[in-house]
């Protein structure tokens, strides 16, 4: 227990975007996790696993909003625009824990700083691997923590409020001043995950 409530949160469905930069942040954490059990020295909050064990937990709370996964857990209602002609990215509630969210987040600046330094942050990151390369998940660990702690706006509030109304898994029509209060919002989640969330 962290002594702290769950925060609800806004997450795009990204099909399987997500899941794949999580799959590769934890592979490169796991790595990380093995090295200190050989005897290396890591800086917190990657030692003693901490960073390892938030992203996992994240990714349970996430995942079920993402992709094949939000359908397999009835989670995958449709979101349109005013008069539902429009279908755009949907949106979806997921409750995190904020400290989980913090500790990713601080261990994405310790992975940077570990980049360019000695030792096993830096000889893992610098491993070959298929996908994503050591700056690319650098990067990932810090876009997942942002998406994750995006503050809230007016517009984030009404777009959470709306969605909560109707439902996990329903089908969504905005009205006109929940699609400005969408776009707005789409376009701040756009600035943690570069990926066009207000389209079809």
């Known amino acids: 227990m962290t002594g702290f409530g769950p925060r609800v949160v806004l997450v795009p469905d990204l099909g399987e975007d997500l899941a794949h930069a999580m799959e590769e942040l934890e592979g490169l954490l796991r790595v990380l996790r093995a ?20 992203l996992r937990r994240l990714w349970r709370a996430v995942a079920p909003t993402q992709g094949r996964r939000a359908a397999e857990s009835w989670l ?3 979101l349109y625009g005013p008069g539902g002609l429009v279908e755009h990215v949907p949106l979806r509630l997921v409750d995190v824990d904020p400290v989980d969210v913090a500790t990713l987040s601080a261990a994405a600046v310790v992975l940077g700083l ?32 942002g998406l994750l702690d995006l503050a809230d706006t007016a517009e984030s509030i009404l777009v959470r ?40």
């Not at 050989?38 to 938030?54: I, R």
């Not at 700056?135 to 990932?140: D, I, K």
């Not at 089908?171 to 389209?199: C, F, H, I, K």
């Open 114 to 145: 570990g980049a360019g330094g000695l030792g096993a942050v830096r000889e893992a990151l610098e491993a070959d691997r298929a996908k994503l390369s050591g700056a690319e998940l650098v990067v990932a660990a810090a876009r997942i923590s």
């Open 161 to 200: 409020e709306r969605l909560a109304a109707a439902g996990p898994g329903a089908d969504v029509v905005l009205t006109p001043a929940q699609e400005e209060a969408y776009q707005a919002t789409a376009g701040r989640l756009n600035t943690m995950w570069p990926r066009r969330v207000s389209g079809p």
């Open 35 to 54: 090295a200190e059990d050989d005897g290396a020295v890591l800086p917190a909050p990657l030692a003693g696993g901490a960073a390892l064990a938030a």
């Open 76 to 78: 995958a209602g449709r």
